[in-house]
């Protein structure tokens, strides 16, 4: 998988928001947002509950629709009309959500082949294909040695950070140019919680974006090469990584919550 | 939710750990289906050891297998259907009528399977696009179709003792060679070829991720609202086959003809093992539970037990065989249980 991951692109941005705005009535949950994703880069998007994080992913994952804004990927316009989950899928987008990425009772083959399964031209599946990837997939590019799971493991039986391990290496194979991970860390012990920041390391020495939702502040520090905070729609704050510590990022943000309305440091 | 302890490391490959044996599908139903057997046979030698109890029921018990293959898929996705009695009396008055007014059995059960098609879609675009639960649904077009099955025949029952040794009768109804009814391969093939839709075709994969999260499957690229109606379409269709077997099997059609088939139906499919949650169903368990809820009645009464014991009876296996499934798929439960009784018993 590695190989050619550093072969020159011919966008410099994987995905971009123009002035992106979404209401729910009266609502306000995004109000203009504007952000570029460049083609390796790995950026953290914090911001408390209900800051429209999720919602903005669900935007540039064709989830939802804006109420108005213009998006492009790799640098080409996108039609609002014809953009769905399905379209962002063949464009290489994947979104890894907390908690609802897998389903809970099914085998793990079929957890990384759903909604784009290898089949005959009557749709029937081919298990046994499906399956020797799917053990490729945990042996090579995750490492899962000897641990007891294969690809007939039934997700409910895997530990949390498994979970996500085996959602992001799902992306990993489908050759996804931008991952997007919804708090994988969130509910892990720690020594899961390592792991999953491996795969997310293993995301960027790939060549890959990776946009990172995140609530704990360590861990995104240590791993985004550029930092977003989202406050109530809007961003207000875009930190390259080494301008600011951590101590200065969390003061940064307890003040934002205290400020009410936000004035972001100076870009 | 996430964090489960890493100590459960072995066993959590479903191969390797278990003996191979007790990965066939539906095995515990199909052990208390032989165990049913073996006690009718001890208990009623004059009947069970014989062929035509058998044969008898291979020519009672397919339509509602047929019913109960296509609810294993809808209960598989989350959802429930139970207009699907209605079906049987809406699509055998079309094929009646067919026969009856235009002299066409063939139409007829073309006519059948669209109407019941028409009543899926109905269903099927009421709970995946207007989002209404598909209990509410399905419990008000049971209603209306019955009641526009009345209407149209009148409450007036047909006669269509001219089938009788037609090539329609001869398709679905005569016996191959002497014996086997035409009823149960025709069962038999459609329990397979849904078999391989659940476990071998995207479709099935669709349904299982739909019953198991919708959300998951929206995520992960699944058309949720498309394959919400296809299945209400599959089971409406099934629903008009399963009315075609039964109206040319009694060369009769009534315009209440289905209403015994609702909870039958459903308890073959729960008692066959499938997770009354979604995201899990076994068509080879829903076969053989079928099978046990329509043998039950023969069998209670062939052993000389009052008439009136065979419900009560019937409600006992559906109790215990849901248990069971309980505890075989959750080991854990089983060992609070024990522990609860250890309890007890402590104090």
Same mark, same amino acid.
């Given at each position: 998988?590695?190989?050619?991951?550093?072969?020159?692109?011919?966008?410099?941005?994987?995905?971009?928001?123009?002035?992106?705005?979404?209401?729910?009535?009266?609502?306000?949950?995004?109000?203009?947002?504007?952000?570029?994703?460049?083609?390796?880069?790995?950026?953290?998007?914090?911001?408390?509950?209900?800051?429209?994080?999720?919602?903005?992913?669900?935007?540039?994952?064709?989830?939802?629709?804006?109420? *108005?804004?213009?998006?492009?990927?790799?640098?080409?316009?996108?039609?609002?009309?014809?953009?769905?989950?399905?379209?962002?899928?063949?464009?290489?987008?994947?979104?890894?959500?907390?908690?609802?990425?897998?389903?809970?009772?099914?085998?793990?083959?079929?957890?990384?082949?759903?909604?784009?399964?290898?089949?005959?031209?009557?749709?029937?599946?081919?298990?046994?294909?499906?399956?020797?990837?799917?053990?490729?997939? $945990?042996?090579?590019?995750?490492?899962?040695?000897?641990?007891?799971?294969?690809?007939?493991?039934?997700?409910?039986?895997? *530990?949390?950070?498994?979970?996500?391990?085996?959602?992001?290496?799902?992306?990993?194979?489908?050759?996804?140019?931008?991952?997007?991970?919804?708090?994988?860390?969130?509910?892990?012990?720690? *020594?899961?919680?390592?792991?999953? $920041?491996?795969?997310?390391? *293993?995301?960027?020495?790939?060549?890959?974006?990776?946009?990172?939702?995140?609530?704990?502040?360590?861990?995104?520090?240590?791993?985004?090469?550029?930092?977003?905070?989202?406050?109530?729609?809007?961003?207000?704050?875009?930190?390259?990584?080494?301008?600011?510590?951590?101590?200065?990022?969390?003061?940064?943000?307890?003040?934002?919550?205290?400020?009410?309305?936000?004035?972001?440091?100076?870009? | 939710?996430?964090?489960?302890?890493?100590?459960?490391?072995?066993?959590?490959?479903?191969?390797?750990?278990?003996?191979?044996?007790?990965?066939?599908?539906?095995?515990? %139903?199909?052990?208390?289906?032989? +165990?049913?057997?073996?006690?009718?046979?001890?208990?009623?030698?004059?009947?069970?050891?014989?062929?035509?109890?058998?044969?008898?029921?291979?020519?009672?018990?397919?339509?509602?297998?047929?019913?109960?293959?296509?609810?294993?898929?809808?209960?598989?996705?989350?959802?429930?259907?139970?207009?699907?009695?209605?079906?049987?009396?809406?699509?055998?008055?079309?094929?009646?009528?067919?026969?009856?007014?235009?002299? &066409?059995?063939?139409?007829?059960?073309?006519?059948?399977?669209?109407?019941?098609?028409?009543?899926? +879609?109905?269903?099927?675009?009421?709970?995946?696009?207007?989002?209404?639960?598909? %209990?509410?649904?399905?419990?008000?077009?049971?209603?209306?179709?019955?009641?526009?099955?009345?209407?149209?025949?009148?409450?007036?029952?047909?006669?269509?003792?001219?089938?009788?040794?037609?090539?329609?009768?001869?398709?679905?109804?005569?016996?191959?060679?002497?014996?086997?009814?035409? @009823?149960?391969?025709?069962?038999?093939?459609?329990? %397979?070829?849904?078999?391989?839709?659940?476990?071998?075709?995207?479709?099935?994969? &669709?349904?299982?991720?739909?019953?198991?999260?919708?959300?998951? !499957?929206?995520? !992960?690229?699944?058309?949720?609202?498309?394959?919400?109606?296809?299945?209400?379409?599959?089971?409406?269709?099934?629903?008009?086959?399963?009315?075609?077997?039964?109206?040319?099997?009694?060369?009769?059609?009534?315009?209440? @003809?289905?209403?015994?088939?609702?909870?039958?139906?459903?308890?073959?499919?729960?008692?066959?093992?499938?997770?009354?949650?979604?995201?899990?169903?076994?068509? +080879?368990?829903?076969?053989?539970?079928?099978?046990?809820?329509?043998?039950?009645?023969?069998?209670?009464?062939?052993?000389?037990?009052?008439?009136?014991?065979?419900?009560? %009876?019937?409600?006992?296996?559906?109790?215990?065989?849901?248990?069971? &499934?309980?505890?075989?798929?959750?080991?854990?439960?089983?060992?609070?249980?024990?522990?609860?009784?250890?309890?007890?018993?402590?104090?």
């Amino acid at each position: 998988m590695d190989s050619g991951a550093s072969a020159t692109r011919s966008y410099d941005h994987i995905v971009r928001a123009e002035n992106i705005s979404l209401s729910y009535g009266k609502v306000q949950a995004l109000a203009g947002i504007d952000l570029a994703i460049g083609h390796n880069e790995i950026v953290g998007l914090i911001g408390d509950n209900g800051a429209g994080k999720s919602t903005l992913i669900k935007v540039l994952t064709g989830v939802l629709r804006p109420t *108005s804004g213009r998006l492009f990927i790799r640098d080409r316009l996108v039609d609002w009309a014809s953009y769905s989950v399905r379209e962002a899928h063949r464009l290489r987008f994947e979104t890894v959500y907390q908690e609802k990425s897998l389903g809970e009772k099914q085998p793990l083959w079929r957890n990384i082949f759903v909604g784009r399964q290898i089949t005959n031209r009557f749709g029937f599946i081919k298990v046994a294909e499906e399956r020797r990837i799917a053990n490729d997939i $945990l042996k090579r590019q995750l490492g899962f040695r000897g641990v007891g799971i294969d690809a007939n493991s039934t997700i409910s039986k895997l *530990s949390g950070g498994e979970r996500q391990g085996i959602a992001i290496g799902r992306a990993m194979h489908f050759d996804s140019d931008l991952i997007i991970l919804d708090e994988p860390t969130v509910a892990l012990a720690i *020594s899961e919680v390592r792991k999953v $920041l491996d795969f997310v390391r *293993s995301i960027k020495t790939s060549g890959r974006a990776c946009i990172y939702i995140e609530h704990n502040l360590a861990h995104v520090h240590e791993l985004a090469d550029r930092l977003v905070v989202l406050d109530r729609g809007r961003i207000v704050a875009d930190i390259r990584s080494g301008e600011m510590s951590l101590e200065q990022l969390t003061t940064f943000l307890i003040d934002l919550q205290h400020s009410g309305h936000a004035v972001g440091p100076a870009q | 939710m996430s964090a489960h302890p890493s100590h459960e490391a072995p066993g959590r490959s479903a191969t390797g750990f278990l003996p191979a044996i007790a990965r066939i599908e539906g095995l515990p %139903i199909i052990l208390v289906f032989v +165990v049913l057997v073996v006690f009718f046979m001890s208990a009623a030698p004059q009947v069970f050891l014989g062929w035509p109890i058998y044969l008898s029921f291979l020519t009672t018990v397919p339509p509602m297998v047929i019913l109960a293959i296509g609810l294993t898929l809808v209960v598989a996705a989350g959802e429930i259907d139970l207009s699907f009695p209605s079906v049987m009396a809406f699509s055998g008055f079309l094929f009646a009528w067919c026969e009856t007014t235009l002299g &066409h059995p063939w139409l007829g059960v073309l006519a059948a399977l669209a109407g019941g098609a028409l009543i899926g +879609v109905v269903n099927g675009v009421l709970v995946a696009i207007v989002g209404v639960p598909s %209990i509410i649904v399905t419990i008000g077009t049971q209603f209306f179709w019955a009641g526009a099955a009345s209407i149209l025949s009148g409450g007036q029952s047909a006669a269509l003792q001219e089938l009788s040794g037609g090539s329609v009768d001869k398709t679905f109804a005569s016996d191959l060679f002497g014996f086997l009814p035409m @009823q149960s391969l025709w069962a038999a093939a459609i329990a %397979i070829f849904i078999w391989f839709i659940l476990n071998r075709h995207r479709f099935g994969e &669709h349904i299982l991720f739909i019953g198991d999260s919708r959300t998951v !499957a929206r995520v !992960a690229g699944v058309n949720v609202v498309r394959e919400t109606v296809k299945l209400f379409t599959l089971m409406g269709v099934l629903g008009g086959f399963a009315s075609v077997l039964l109206t040319i099997e009694n060369l009769n059609y009534f315009s209440t @003809q289905g209403q015994g088939y609702l909870l039958p139906a459903l308890a073959g499919v729960f008692i066959g093992g499938t997770s009354v949650f979604g995201g899990a169903a076994t068509i +080879v368990g829903t076969f053989f539970g079928t099978f046990i809820i329509g043998m039950l009645e023969a069998g209670v009464v062939a052993t000389g037990i009052a008439g009136f014991w065979v419900q009560a %009876i019937e409600g006992v296996v559906f109790v215990s065989a849901v248990t069971l &499934h309980l505890l075989v798929e959750n080991p854990a439960k089983l060992r609070a249980i024990g522990g609860l009784v250890g309890l007890r018993r402590g104090s």
